[in-house]
Structures are given as C-alpha cells and as structure tokens.
C-alpha cells in the first residue's frame, strides 16, 4: 500500500497517536514534576507505528511525528529564529517545522529500522529502533544537543546514571520502557496476566535508575579540600546591536566595562572570592590583539582592573592569528597578565559560522547576521592560580560546547577539577525555557566528569553547579545580579564516560552496522549450495573471438590490469616525486591502462555477437553477417581455465575448428548446449573452471559496483574536501584560485584533483579486486564448499575497504 494511500485510509487513528505523544511530549519538555512522562510520552506513537504496513509509510509516519514533537517541544526555538533574523515569531516557526526532519532525524530512524526489524520479534525491534536513535544522533550531532534524556533532569536520583552511559544512555532506558508500555497496552484483550511482563520490565528500569543514583550519591567522595570562591558577573546587559543604534559604540563599550568593573570589584571586596568569571563575548573585540590603540589602552584598562583586585579573571573575548579570528575566553591574571585562551569549539552554524561549502557571497546578504569566525581544537586546561598559593586546573567551555560530553570528558582526562561556562542566552530572554534546557544540558556534563562548574551567562541562567548536577547557586532570566559560587574542588572520581567517553552513541552504530551485516551474510548463504544447474537463458550477449584476437586482446588487457598493481606499489613503496606529481600520475595511467584497456574493448566490441539456440542449431549474429553451428558438429565446449581477456569458452568443432566464444557463464552456455543435444563437458579441469565462473557468479552485483558511482561519483565526493584542504592552504579560502587566477584555471585544478582520486579509486579497486580473486581461487582448492561464502566476504570487503577507508584516510589526512 502507497503512504498516501494509507494516510488517507487510517490518518485519523495516526494523527491521533502522533497528537498525543506530542501532547505528553508537551509536558515533559516543561520540566518540574512531568518528567515521568518521559517513560510514556511515545507509547501512542508506537502503536500507531505497530500499524504501520510498508517501510514507506513508517518513514511518513516518522516525518509527521518529527514536526509534531518539534512543535511540542522546541516551539521557543521557531520563534528565537524569528525574532533573531527579524523574520517574526510566525515566519520563524514555519521555517522550524519546515526542517523538523533536519532537527530531528533520529525520529526518522527510529520509525524506519524499527519498522525492518519488527518481523523477527517485538523485542528485537525496540533494541534496534533505541539503537537507530541514539546512533544517529551521536552521527548527526544536532544543533541544540538535545536527546530525549534530558528532560529526566529534574530527577534528582535517576539523572545519576548519567555518569556510567551519559544522557544518550538515558535515552536508551526510556525509549525502551516506553516500548514495554506499548507492548503491555497492545495486550490487554489478553488479560492483566499478558501484560505484567511488559510491564514489570517498564518498572525495573526507573527502579534500577533510582537505586544507582541513590548508591552513586552516597558514594561520592565527601569535600574535604577549601572550596573554590568564584564570583559570576550577570550584567543582563543584551541586544547590543539595538543599544548601538541608540547610544554608540564607544557609550555601549563603556556601559558594559564599567557594570563589570563595578561588579567584579564588588564580588572581590564584598564576597572575597578567589576568581573573577564574566560571560561570553563580553569584551567586544580583540583581548591582546588591539586592532586600534583605542583597543590597546581598553586592554590595559582592563589589565588595571584584574592587578586592582588581584584574582584571575575569565572573561568572553575574541583572538586572532594568520588564519582569522575565534570566539575566545582569555585567562587573565594580576601582574603577569594574559595566560592563554581557550578557543571554543562548537560554534553555532549561520550565525557564529557557515560551513567552507555553503558560503559566498549571496548567502551573506541574504543572512547578513552570519558570521566568520574559526573552531578552536577542542579541549585545553587552564590553572587558575589563586592569591592564596593553589593552582585550581579547569576545563573552560564557551554556549555551545557544553552540549558535547566530548569536550569535558577530554577536559576531566587531562587533569581538569572544575568546568567554567559561559554562555550569551540573550536570545532566550523572551523564551526562558530554551535556556532551562541550556542549563540542564550543562548540569549533565558536571554528572558525567563528577566536576563542579561554574557557569554565567549574560542574562540568565548563571549558577554554580555541584558534581551531582544540583544548582546551589542560580540567578533568575533578565536580571543584574551577581553570583557567588562556593564548590568543593579536588580529584573527582573517574566515572565511566570519563574512562569510555560518549560511548552509547557509538556502541549502538556498531551494533547496527553488525546487525546489517550478518543480515546480508543470511541473505546469501546458501544461495548456491553446489554447482548451478539451470542453463543460460537465450537469446544471449556474446563474443566471437578468434584465436590470434583473444591473444592480443588478452595481452592488452593483461598489460592494462598489470599496469595497475604496479602503480599500487609505486604508490606504496616508490620515493619517487611520481607519488606526489599527478599529472605524472595522469599521464602513466592514460597510457598504461586507459589505452591499452579503450584498445581491448573496441576489439570486444567489433566482434560482439547475438547468441540463440534454434532447434538443433546455434546460431551467431553478428550485424548482417551469421553464422550456424549445428550442435552435431560440436566435438566440446570447454571453458577457459584463465578469463582472459574475459570469461569464455572453446567450441572445438568436427572440421577441427575452434571459436573463442566469450560469455559471462561459460558453464551455463555449456549445459544449454548438453541440454539442446549438444556434447557434454565431464573433463577435471572443465568441472574446476566451470565452479569457479558460478563462484564468481553467484555473488550478484549491487548498486556500489555500478562503474558510475564507483569510478565518477565516489572519486567527485573525495575530489571535494581535499581540494578544498588544497585551496585554503594554497590560497587562503575555498575559491582563492578561482579569485586570483580566474573560473578557467580554476576548473582546471579542479579536474587535475578529480582525476588524480579517480585514479587512486581505480588503482585501489584493482588492488582489492586481485586479493579477491587471489581469495576466491585459494578458498576453491582449500574449501570448495565454502567458496560462495568466501567469495562474498572478500567482496564486501573489498567494497568496505573501499568506501569507507578511502575517506577515512583522507579524514586523518586533513586532520593531520
């Protein structure tokens, strides 16, 4: 059945499952005392997705459910891109809705593989659909960070188990009560008995949860060391551009420095506190790097204020070097001035940044808030060197780096005893509960390292949060306020995450790649038990091939295949400048393989022919011209021991003739011609040919040996990235040829690179191709009954290798 056509059948029941989920969804997202509603919130859906007939329409049904849980739990999001690109609430949430599949693809994952799974068992598929949602959001990290464990947040106990599988583990454990739940509703025509299975599972899990977190609690090390004293500056001053219109630049700069001298004094003279944290950006421009001397006598200023008060101070900035400039956090201290600064990481796509191959010019007047500045490496520790002699190590991480546990987990790894955030949720002002969610994600990357944090941001939310994730210390939204935050700091416990990293997210994609494999392994084992036996189907493709022809033709594409491998070991083990010089490396490859290989095809070609069995008699057409062998002058057919130039086959006649016929199945055109009356093949070396064509033969050929994606469009998409890496390195952005040198030149470089990865794609297909063979004949002399499989294994390995290593290696070359 067609999606629509079941929509327009059963919509009404659909909806009414995908409606109330996102009601309950609703809820949950709100936080307080509904975060219960997590273990049930998705059991409509389920069912409606139970009822679900094709894959086609799971997927439509995970669609719908993407826009409806989107607008029940990010409706703040539409309307914050709204008021940011002065669309309107209305316009912006349209564009939300619009790209809910976007924001939320792991609902379409969901939907689909649990769908494929559910004929080998309920259970099955509720492992495996839990799996597509946390691997595809570890795989397509999204851009609020969010996973649908967050919201058991406001749990005190269960939000522990964080530490052992991180918030994509929670998710896990809901996503499967909720399956429970389903499955103990689906049997209740069945009696209370059917359903207590189901249910009591869907009642271990929370149980289990608050007993870890209960013994988690207790068992974390009691603070013994002097609490770190810092004061976090909330100034709630916001919307800058609209205070420059109004007042300046220079009135604004000085209202923002001064509220924070102000503030920062306060907290040092009043609250005595060890260290000074001011939020993201605050200081608006370049600390250290004055672009003007206006901007050098406000470095000093500040340099001033921090000798005054004699702490350190953390405080948003920008830095620069040769390649541009980053959103920073510089760490300042009294007498000795600039320590370092941490770059952030994860910055914010089409406003902070816009990815290498989106951007241009038409795309900034048409987004003219985007702006341009550079990642930083990821995880760096700082000390904060206190007045009273202690050096506290901590993990800086600037908005949007504290939804990644990657980045504090790598922080607690290298020696980090606190977390310092901060943030600019300036753009929640209006939508408080987009920055809850802000907070609640921070909160969780204090669970999972055991780290306190401190954490302030513009206009709210601020706070100091201990290692269970509680906020001891907390501002409310759009106010001026300073917090003081006292939090024991010393060696945290290593936790899981810390030890394994964000290892759910990964855990799952292995298994459903697993998964997907021994799939493929049943679907073709067993496939050819022994030697086929059914004849080749007629009319046929074939070639005629004379003797001295298949002699020249096979010597042509002898050298062309050859000529490969040898450049594989150039390629490996040659230190000559031909590794490095692709036009070489076009020019070899054009007239070691492309010519001789073009000249072995055209040969193939002229002598292609039509094969048909008619009566008694086959006949060869080729063109006008025909010629008729009746089958009682065919002495044998005897298929070629090598498949050179291809696989073929002998027709020995009574006048003491022979002609080459090439055919896919030499074997199968034998048995039609034994079938047809003709003469039967019962030689040795015949019989060990003949089961190596039907090895060969009965592995089928999938998409990803189609020549066009392989040897066009897979080399393309690896062409890209390095030309890009090329191009920034050369001249400095994506298109700095094309700006120097003109759209000529430019398209010139490119095709060089786009042909020098087609090459390394052929030369490495060959490669693995030989290794297949090579393993093909190995398995039939050692194991002729497991040759098929064999055979099937080096090939998917071979594709594996291919397109999957090939990227991998260019990954770490870029990143090297």
């Not at 086609?56 to 409806?68: D, K």
């Amino acid at each position: 059945m067609k999606p629509a056509a079941w929509f327009s059948r059963h919509g009404g029941r659909a909806w009414v499952g995908i409606l109330a989920s996102a009601a309950l969804v609703f809820l949950y997202a709100r936080g307080g005392a509904g975060w219960w509603l997590g273990f049930v919130a998705l059991v409509p859906w389920l069912r409606t997705l139970d009822a679900t007939p094709t894959w086609r329409v799971a997927l439509l049904n995970g669609w719908a459910m993407s826009v409806a849980f989107t607008l029940a739990a990010f409706p703040w999001f539409g309307a914050a891109i709204g008021h940011y690109a002065q669309l309107g609430t209305a316009a912006g949430l349209l564009v939300l809705l619009v790209a809910a599949p976007l924001f939320q693809p792991q609902l379409l994952a969901f939907a689909l593989l649990r769908h494929l799974a559910r004929p080998r068992g309920v259970a099955f598929a509720a492992l495996v659909g839990a799996a597509a949602w946390v691997a595809t959001e570890w795989l397509v990290p999204k851009m609020l960070g969010d996973t649908y464990g967050y919201g058991l947040y406001p749990s005190h106990l269960l939000r522990q188990a964080a530490d052992l599988g991180g918030t994509a583990g929670l998710s896990v454990l809901l996503l499967l009560v909720n399956e429970a739940v389903a499955l103990a509703w689906s049997r209740r025509a069945e009696g209370a008995r059917a359903m207590l299975k189901p249910l009591g599972l869907a009642f271990l899990v929370p149980l289990a949860l608050a007993a870890y977190g209960w013994a988690a609690l207790a068992n974390l090390p009691a603070a013994t060391a002097k609490p770190l004293r810092i004061g976090l500056v909330q100034s709630n001053i916001a919307d800058y551009e609209r205070l420059r219109q109004e007042k300046g630049v220079d009135a604004v700069v000085r209202e923002v420095l001064d509220t924070h001298y102000e503030m920062s004094l306060a907290a040092v003279g009043q609250h005595r506190v060890d260290a000074v944290l001011w939020s993201e950006t605050v200081y608006p421009t370049t600390f250290a790097h004055p672009k003007s001397e206006g901007g050098a006598e406000l470095d000093r200023e500040i340099q001033g204020v921090i000798d005054t008060a004699r702490v350190p101070f953390v405080f948003g900035t920008y830095d620069r070097d040769d390649a541009g400039e980053y959103n920073a956090a510089a760490f300042v201290n009294p007498g000795t001035g600039l320590l370092g600064f941490y770059r952030k990481t994860r910055l914010f796509p089409l406003t902070e940044y816009v990815p290498g191959w989106l951007d241009s010019a038409w795309l900034r007047r048409l987004l003219p808030w985007t702006g341009a500045w550079l990642p930083g490496t990821g995880a760096r520790v700082f000390p904060l060197r206190l007045a009273d002699g202690r050096e506290i190590p901590v993990q800086p991480l600037i908005c949007r780096d504290d939804v990644d546990p990657g980045l504090a987990i790598d922080g607690a790894r290298l020696g980090a005893q606190a977390l310092v955030t901060m943030s600019n949720d300036a753009w929640f002002t209006t939508w408080p509960q987009g920055a809850e969610l802000h907070q609640a994600a921070a909160a969780f990357r204090s669970i999972e390292t055991r780290l306190p944090q401190y954490r302030v941001t513009t206009t709210g939310f601020s706070a100091a949060i201990d290692p269970t994730g509680a906020v001891l210390a907390s501002t409310r939204m759009g106010e001026r306020t300073l917090v003081i935050g006292d939090l024991s700091v010393a060696e945290p416990p290593v936790t899981l995450m810390v030890l394994w990293g964000d290892w759910v997210g990964r855990t799952a994609a292995v298994f459903l790649v697993v998964l997907a494999a021994v799939s493929l392994v049943r679907r073709w084992r067993g496939r050819l038990a022994g030697l086929a036996t059914a004849p080749a189907a007629w009319p046929a493709e074939g070639v005629v091939l004379p003797p001295a022809l298949r002699v020249v033709a096979g010597a042509l594409r002898s050298v062309a295949r050859l000529s490969l491998l040898v450049m594989a070991l150039v390629f490996l083990f040659g230190d000559g400048p031909f590794r490095s010089n692709s036009l070489a490396q076009i020019r070899a490859f054009t007239a070691c393989f492309l010519v001789p290989e073009l000249l072995a095809w055209l040969m193939l070609r002229a002598y292609a022919a039509q094969l048909s069995l008619e009566g008694a008699v086959l006949r060869l057409a080729r063109g006008a011209r025909r010629l008729e062998l009746p089958l009682a002058d065919i002495v044998s057919v005897e298929p070629w021991r090598l498949p050179v130039p291809a696989a073929g086959a002998w027709l020995r006649l009574r006048s003491g003739q022979r002609h080459g016929l090439l055919h896919a199945d030499p074997a199968g055109l034998a048995r039609a011609i034994e079938a047809a009356g003709g003469p039967a093949v019962a030689d040795r070396p015949t019989l060990r040919a003949r089961t190596y064509e039907q090895v060969r033969l009965a592995i089928r050929r999938g998409r990803l040996e189609h020549p066009v994606l392989k040897f066009v469009l897979f080399p393309l998409l690896l062409a890209i990235p390095a030309f890009r890496v090329h191009q920034h390195i050369m001249f400095g952005s994506s298109f700095g040829e094309y700006h120097a040198y003109g759209l000529v030149a430019y398209l010139q470089a490119f095709a060089i690179w786009w042909a020098a990865w087609t090459i390394a794609v052929v030369v490495c297909a060959a490669v693995l191709r030989a290794l297949t063979e090579a393993g093909t004949l190995a398995s039939l002399w050692l194991r002729p009954g497991a040759a098929i499989d064999a055979r099937w294994w080096l090939e998917r390995g071979g594709l594996a290798l291919l397109y999957l290593g090939l990227p991998a290696w260019l990954a770490m070359k870029t990143l090297a």
